[in-house]
Each structure stands twice: as structure tokens, then as C-alpha cells.
């Protein structure tokens, strides 16, 4: 059978699988392979759901993030769905027979443990990290399940419904005290009484349905019928999943300024592998797949530190400005400064910086100003190559992105240079991982247990920027210690993350690991940037946009990139180049709110565009659901927004030598009717690629909202009553 669903053809990058910082929030590498792995057990969901005709629609958190984020939120780990209970009937009906070996089917039907009035569908009933196994789910070896909630009908009659509420909300309490030891009695049977009162009335013919659990304790997620009417796909991660199209009515309904994001919530324990990956690791003794707390590498980390104080005291000089001053054959490898002091730095303390990749600088650059501002010392850059790899540790692709760092940084060949002969006071290095990441390594003399024996002092700086846990256990505070538990955090001499909270962080969780006793140690070792460098360096180095990436070393591919893009963006404005642009979105969910209002909203939203003068130019952007299913969905809709937009101007890309060749000079088209002025129609979404040229963003609920909240864009969300 052909299935025409994205989902049934799942593809990620291996880049997908790097631990990542998302809205503040660190995502691990194998949050994103239980991502991954989660909607694969969908994919399978959604070709039986395509096969019997069976409808299904990504709901409550999903749907959230497909709408803000255009995939997970960040900070949630579950993947819900939701079907009317006739389609939830047929799905577990026949799903026993459709999906792979070794899926489970969980619903109280089925199970007589089972406590959910919720269906559940999981790819194994056992953690397994067999090799085949591994390969098929991404390299993640933990049960990976997905929610399917039914949706149920509720009475037309106000009376009838008050009475099927009263007696669920009496059953739910029966369970509950039984559940909970407080009264003898049959749990299961009377969850299964609770499922049977909230089965009484089917969807057809119903105008509302609720998910009954919440309906029956909060009365909340109850929806009109005809929101579920039609559907649209929406993006997601790497593919896209199938949603109500009246989405943005829903979310409201439900959460109000669904836009704003909140961190915490949840109703279960983050990561949800958590239980899992402790069983695991109290069967096999470690973590296979990040590094595990090794007391007898802490020891030799805690002796070192009682050395180099027992030294600094002799010497009479603060712990923190340790160095060995005095170096005999300082220099850059066999290609420069092999005789003692040829350099005219036999005082200076020799500074060396390891970053890895370009993207990662930027959290290195305050403490090498720092350096590199101060006279008595040498500083060296020199960016280790590094090597993609997988959950089995085999090695990929090397990379060497020296080309790739900032003009201003003077980076140098990290093989050239001699470590040891030369054994700087300082070595600032970045990867926390050594031989335990999943996704990428580099050489293992970079390693920081071997950097240890290089130089007196041994300096770790967090490659990622990341928001500090708000509380203690939250789900910050859950994810970032896979972070704090690296080796490069035990093996550090000093540790230095980019904030005061995250500071604290570190020093309480390191403590938690390993004990009150050893307050003091990382009391010690784990330093602010701000106070290590000062508040003024930190800020100019950190305010985003000090290092943009991909730019050559001397500077002339990012002249040349600028340059072409420049030029394709002043053609694509034509006589509006050097205007103030509004990007104004439209979705197709904002038009079927309320077919008559939506477009008259648009026309006199165009109207206060086309009266702006000659200060603004706004692009209007479809969203690709308008373009590939409004016309299904509603013709007649689609004709009134096609009758709307055909009096925009659409740009024909000429040369920039020649702007005012370009169509937008015009205010007729070659029919001669008057085009709305101060507008371009964007239908392609040329413009979504020049972010960086916006000045705001008007319309509707999307994706693009965050982005340009994050980049600090104005955001003026459209309202259909004003």
C-alpha cells in the first residue's frame, strides 16, 4: 500500500541528534532520539489510521508546539493524540494485527493493571539496547510510547449531561479511594465503570466533545464538533503531523495567550525515560550512553586541587593566578619560537584555547578577551578538529571549521603545537563529553583527562548558552545535569559557566552527587564568567551578535554572502528597498475562524499598509496550508482570499542594477487594474530567509513568532474582532 503520509517516511540528519539549547532550554541527545524514536511509534499510528480510513489529530502539548515551535516544546517530552471514540474504537481494533512485532497495545480493555482510561501504544514492553534494536529507533533503547486520547460526546440536553457529570465525577472518586488503599474494592472494575458513563454519548450527532478525564475533574478540553471538521499537516521536527485546521481557536479556547511561554507544568516525572535510564544503569552499573560520576576520577581531580593549593601557598601567589611564569622554548610547535624567549615572551603566562566548533565560540570569547587584552599574556587559539559519530562511538566525518571562526580571532593548527615541551600555565577547552558523546568526538588527546597532564591549569567553559533552572527539580534542573555530569566538569580545574544562577546550579547539583562534604571544592572551582572577566567584557562579547558564524577568517566570504544577499533582497523589494518591512502572515486557520470577518480583517489591514506613505513596505506571506488546502477545504474561501491578494503586487526579481524595472514600481498590473500600494504578495516565502531585515511581524499564530520574539523583532498578533 502507498501511504501519503510524512510521517511514514521519516528522515533526520545526523545533526539532529546534537544535544541542543532551544528557547533557553538544553535538550540531551537522547531526549532527541526518544523524540525521534516517539514519532516513529506514531508513523506506524498514522499508516493504520490512512489504511481503515481513520481519523486522528495531534492535540494538547503537540499541538501546541507544532503551532509556537514548529515541533516539540522544548521543555516537554510526550507526544499526544487524540481520536472520537468510534475512531479510537476501530483503531485498537485492528491496530493488534497491523502494528510491528513486539508493540504493545495498553488500554483497560486489555490490561487489567493498566490505570488509564487513555489508550496507549508502545514499541516494546522491555528496555533494550541491542544492536538492532538500536538501529531501528535512533539509538534509543527505553520504552517509547504515544497517547491516544478519545474524545466523547456530550449531551444536548443541560440536564441529562449535569447527571452523567455528577456520576462520574462520584465514580472517579470510588477509584481514586480504592486506588489509594482508602476503601476496600476492584479498582479495575470500577475504572472500567468510569470509561462506561464516559462512553454514554457518541460524537455523532453531538455539537460538543470533551476529553472526559479533564472535562470530568476541571471542566476544561471540551471543543465544538466542527472544529475537528477538516485538517491540515503541520510541520514538525523533521516531518509533520495531522492537526485540526481550526487550530488556532482550540488553543485559545484552551490556554488563552497560547503564545506566551511558560517553563514549568507537566504531569510527569522529566525526562519520562528517567526510571528506565536508572534501571538501566543499576544493571549495567553505568550509563552507556553518557558518562557516568567515577569516584576514583574525582579523587585524583581533588588531589590535584590540594597540590596546586599546597603550591600557591609556598608560593605565596592566589590560587587563581597560578601559573609557571617562567617558560624555557615557549612557541607554536616546529614552525616558530624553538629558541628560548625568539618570541619576546619569556615572562608571559601562555594561555591556550581549545574550541571546537565555530557555533561555540562565542561562549569562549569573554575569557579570551580577557587574555588577550592583558599584556603578560600569550594567547593561542587553536581549534580542535572534530569528528561526527554515533551511539556506537564509530567515527564519521572529521571536520576542521578553523576557516569558519571570527576575522578578529587569530586561530592556528592545533596538530603544529607542542604540549608538552611547551606545557602552558593555561588550557581553555569546551567539549565536556571526552569519549561519551553520542553524536560527535573529537581526538582522544584532547580528552580533558589528558589535558590534565598538559598545563598547570585546566579550564572548562560550557559550550552551550542555556537558562539556569528557576527551581530546584525542575525540568531545567533535570535536563542541564546531564550536563554537570561530564567529565570534563570532574577533570576541570576551574569551571566557568556564563551566569550566577547557573553558578549556583552547578555547586548544588556537583553536591548532590557527590556530597555535603564536598561543598567547598566546588564552591571554589566553579566561577561566573562576569566575575571572572568583568561585566563590561561579558557583555560585549555575549549581546548577541558579536559572532555570527560562517564567515572566512579574513573576512571576504562574509563580505562576499553579504554582498549576494543584499543584492537579491534589494531586487525583491524593488522600489520599496531601504522601506521599513512588516512581515504580515496569514494562516489558514485565522481564515476559517470566521470566513466574512477574517477577510475583511485582511482588506482593511492591506488598507492601513497601502496609507502608510513611503515609509513601510509590508510583505504578505501565505502560510503553505492556505496554498495546498484552503481550496479543498472551503472554494468559496479560497476564491475571496485569491480575489484579495490578486490586488497585491507580486515581484519579478529583476536585476538589482535596475530596481526600478522591477513590477513593484508599478501600482497597475499588465491587466491595468490598480494594485494595492506599499504591498508585495510573497507567495514562494522569499522573504521568511531575511529574518535579519524585518522590522516587525503582524498576522497570526506561527512559528516565525518565537523566532522574531527571540531576535527581539516586534510581534503584533492579529485580532479578528478590531
Known amino acids: 500500500m502507498q501511504f501519503l503520509h510524512e510521517l511514514t517516511n521519516l528522515i533526520f540528519p545526523e545533526s539532529f541528534f546534537e ?124 520504552t517509547i510510547g504515544v497517547d491516544i486520547f478519545p474524545m466523547d460526546g456530550l449531551y444536548e440536553d443541560e440536564e441529562k449531561e449535569k447527571d452523567r457529570l455528577a456520576r462520574a465525577k462520584k465514580a472517579v472518586e470510588k477509584f481514586n479511594e480504592v486506588e489509594s488503599g482508602k476503601r476496600p474494592g476492584n479498582a479495575h472494575e470500577l475504572l472500567q465503570k468510569v470509561e462506561k458513563i464516559y462512553r ?124 609557571s611564569g617562567d617558560k624555557s622554548g615557549n612557541g607554536f610547535g616546529n ?14 603566562k601562555i594561555v591556550v584555547f581549545l574550541p571546537c566548533k565555530a557555533k561555540w565560540w562565542s561562549t569562549m570569547e569573554p575569557l579570551w578577551k580577557k587574555y588577550v587584552d592583558d599584556p603578560g599574556v600569550e594567547v593561542h587559539v587553536l581549534p580542535i578538529f572534530w569528528y561526527d559519530c554515533n551511539y556506537n562511538g564509530e567515527l564519521g566525518e572529521k571536520h576542521d571549521e578553523r576557516a569558519l571562526f571570527p576575522d578578529y580571532v587569530k586561530v592556528e593548527d592545533c596538530e603544529k603545537f607542542d604540549f608538552e615541551r611547551i606545557h602552558p600555565d593555561i588550557i581553555v577547552t569546551q567539549v565536556p563529553y571526552d569519549g561519551y558523546s553520542t553524536f560527535m568526538t573529537v581526538h582522544e588527546f584532547f580528552y580533558s583527562a589528558n589535558m590534565q597532564n598538559m598545563t598547570d591549569e585546566l579550564i572548562y567553559v560550557p559550550y552551550l548558552h542555556a537558562d539556569a533552572p528557576e527551581e530546584k527539580g525542575d525540568k531545567a534542573w533535570a535536563s542541564l545535569s546531564v550536563l554537570v555530569e561530564q567529565e570534563a566538569v570532574i577533570n576541570a580545574d576551574r569551571v566557568i559557566v556564563e551566569s550566577s544562577a547557573m553558578r549556583d546550579f552547578y555547586v548544588a547539583r556537583l553536591i548532590e552527587m557527590c556530597g555535603e562534604e564536598t561543598r567547598g571544592y566546588w564552591e571554589q572551582k566553579v566561577l561566573n564568567m562576569e566575575d571572572v572577566v568583568g561585566e563590561d567584557t561579558q557583555e560585549k562579547c555575549t549581546e548577541a551578535g558579536n559572532y555570527k558564524g560562517n564567515t572566512g577568517n579574513d573576512g571576504s566570504s562574509e563580505k562576499n554572502d553579504i554582498d549576494e544577499s543584499e543584492d537579491e533582497w534589494i531586487k525583491f523589494l524593488g522600489q520599496y528597498a531601504g522601506r521599513k518591512v512588516i512581515i504580515y502572515h496569514v494562516s489558514i486557520a485565522f481564515l476559517l475562524r470566521d470566513k466574512e470577518k477574517s477577510i475583511d480583517k485582511i482588506r482593511r489591514s492591506l488598507e492601513v499598509f497601502a496609507e502608510s506613505g513611503d515609509r513601510v513596505c509590508a510583505i504578505i506571506v501565505p502560510q503553505k496550508q492556505i496554498l495546498t488546502d484552503l481550496e479543498r477545504i472551503d472554494e468559496g474561501l479560497w476564491q475571496q482570499f485569491q480575489g484579495v491578494v490578486g490586488n497585491i503586487s507580486v515581484p519579478e526579481m529583476t536585476s538589482a542594477e535596475n530596481p526600478e524595472d522591477n513590477g513593484n514600481a508599478n501600482i497597475s498590473d499588465a491587466e491595468g487594474n490598480t494594485l494595492i500600494p506599499n504591498c508585495i504578495y510573497d507567495e514562494a516565502g522569499f522573504s521568511l530567509d531575511y529574518m535579519d531585515k524585518w522590522s516587525g511581524y503582524y498576522g497570526d499564530a506561527d512559528p516565525l513568532v518565537r523566532k522574531c520574539v527571540l531576535k527581539g523583532i516586534p510581534v503584533m498578533i492579529e485580532n479578528i474582532e478590531i
Open 200 to 323: 454514554e454519548c457518541p460524537c455523532t450527532g453531538a455539537s460538543k466533545v470533551a476529553l472526559m478525564p479533564f472535562y470530568t475533574s476541571r471542566g476544561s478540553h471540551v471543543f465544538p464538533v466542527e472544529w475537528y471538521q477538516d485538517t491540515v499537516e503541520l510541520p514538525f521536527e523533521h516531518t509533520s503531523i495531522t492537526v485540526a485546521a481550526r487550530y488556532e481557536e482550540m488553543l485559545g479556547h484552551e490556554y488563552g495567550d497560547f503564545l506566551h511561554v511558560y517553563k514549568s507544568g507537566g504531569i510527569h516525572e522529566y525526562p519520562v525515560y528517567s526510571g528506565q535510564e536508572a534501571i538501566l544503569k543499576e544493571n549495567i552499573g553505568h550509563n552507556p550512553y553518557r558518562y557516568t560520576l567515577d569516584p576514583n576520577e574525582l579523587l585524583r581531580s581533588v588531589q590535584r586541587y590540594v597540590l596546586r593549593v599546597s603550591k600557591a601557598a609556598l608560593e605565596k601567589q592566589p590560587l587563581q593566578e597560578m601559573g
Open 335 to 348: 614552525e616558530s619560537c624553538k629558541d628560548a624567549d625568539p618570541c619576546g615572551a619569556e615572562d608571559k
Open 19 to 142: 544535544d541542543e539549547v532551544r528557547e533557553g532550554f538544553y535538550i540531551t541527545s537522547m531526549m532527541k532520539r526518544y523524540w525521534a524514536s516517539q514519532l516513529k511509534v506514531l508513523s506506524f499510528i498514522a499508516q493504520i489510521c490512512e489504511k481503515y480510513d481513520i481519523k486522528w489529530y495531534g492535540e494538547y502539548g503537540t499541538l501546541l508546539g507544532a503551532v509556537r515551535h514548529g515541533g516539540y516544546i522544548p521543555w516537554d517530552d510526550d507526544l499526544d493524540i487524540v481520536m472520537f471514540r468510534e475512531d479510537w474504537d476501530s483503531f485498537f481494533e485492528v491496530a493488534e494485527k497491523e502494528l510491528p512485532h513486539g508493540y504493545q497495545l495498553l488500554t483497560i480493555e486489555r490490561n487489567s493493571e493498566y490505570r488509564e482510561v487513555i489508550g496507549r501504544v508502545v514499541n516494546t514492553g522491555v528496555i533494550d539496547y541491542g544492536q538492532e534494536h538500536l538501529r531501528e529507533y535512533f539509538g534509543c533503547p527505553y
